[in-house]
């Protein structure tokens, strides 16, 4: 994607990847948008950043989606880039009875919302001479996480609408690409600096890296054992990932 001269929405962006992702964007001159449900830390962001500015969106909802996009798009008529970050990653046992609440805000959040969202401004992204998408999924769509059953399923399908989104918008405007973060230290789950978690920092140098080299899909080095698994012996490689973190648990408070 083009790095700067850009008018940039990232939901889900007052902490962790989003954030960090909205200010490096906002280190290279581009008019940066964050996206998120409380106005507080909106507030927040937006003071720590003089020039950035914020927006209240709560991406499981269908009519505050409508709302937002409608003001963006008359507040923000260049807007040309929208980086769909917001996601939550509950823990869940597929062995047993999963929370209906639980399972429904996991996949409003994670899979609808974006949806939503890039359908909302996806007439206005098409106007615009240079625009891209960028979708956040997660290296668990491809080696799924089965504490996370359901987290792991929303990142899966989000990978495959990107697919077929990227290839419906091949002859318009718009690009798509797609971050597929590893285990990055940030308060997703517990920010807790655990060694196997990757620094924050060095994801968002390398994943920046990644998106201004154009490439479809941006996974960091240390990501692509998992991100490769898709194959014959995908099976193998997801029991052996998770009797290691059965043997070896994330914390989680």
Same mark, same amino acid.
């Given at each position: ?19 960090? =992702? ?29 020039? %950035? ?6 991406i499981a909802d269908p009519d ?38 639980? %399972? ?18 996806? *007439? ?7 625009? $891209? ?5 997660? @290296? ?21 609408? $990107? ?14 690409? *797609? ?18 978690? %990757? ?5 968002? *140098? ?9 490439? *479809? ?8 054992? %998992? ?10 490689? @997801? ?5 290691? =973190? ?8």
């Amino acid at each position: 994607m083009r790095m700067t001269d850009n008018t940039i929405l990232i939901t889900g962006s007052t902490s962790g990847i989003g954030r960090g =992702l909205a200010e490096a964007f906002h280190k290279l001159g581009n008019t940066v948008i964050v996206a998120g449900r409380r106005k507080a830390l909106l507030d927040e962001v937006v003071a720590a950043n003089p020039g %950035m500015h914020g927006v209240e969106l709560d991406i499981a909802d269908p009519d505050s989606i409508r709302r937002a996009a409608a003001r963006l798009i008359a507040d923000f008529p260049h807007l040309n880039v929208l980086i769909n970050n917001a996601g939550i990653m509950p823990f869940d046992d597929a062995a047993g009875s999963i929370d209906e609440a639980t %399972m429904l805000s996991t996949v409003t959040t994670n899979l609808l919302g974006p949806i939503r969202l890039t359908s909302a401004l996806i *007439e206005h992204l098409k106007a615009r001479p240079h625009a $891209t998408i960028v979708n956040n999924t997660s @290296v668990l769509a491809y080696t799924p996480l089965a504490q996370t059953a359901v987290y792991s399923a929303t990142k899966a399908a989000l990978h495959s609408y $990107t697919l077929s989104q990227r290839f419906m918008l091949r002859d318009t405007t718009v690009r798509v690409q *797609e971050i597929a973060p590893p285990w990055v230290n940030t308060d997703l789950i517990k920010k807790g600096d655990d060694p196997r978690a %990757m620094p924050l920092d060095a994801f968002i *140098e390398q994943t920046m890296a990644g998106l201004a080299g154009d490439k *479809e899909e941006v996974v960091v080095e240390s990501a692509l054992p %998992m991100r490769n698994n898709a194959g014959p012996h995908e099976h193998q490689w @997801v029991n052996q990932f998770n009797a290691y =973190l059965v043997e070896h648990p994330i914390p989680t408070h």
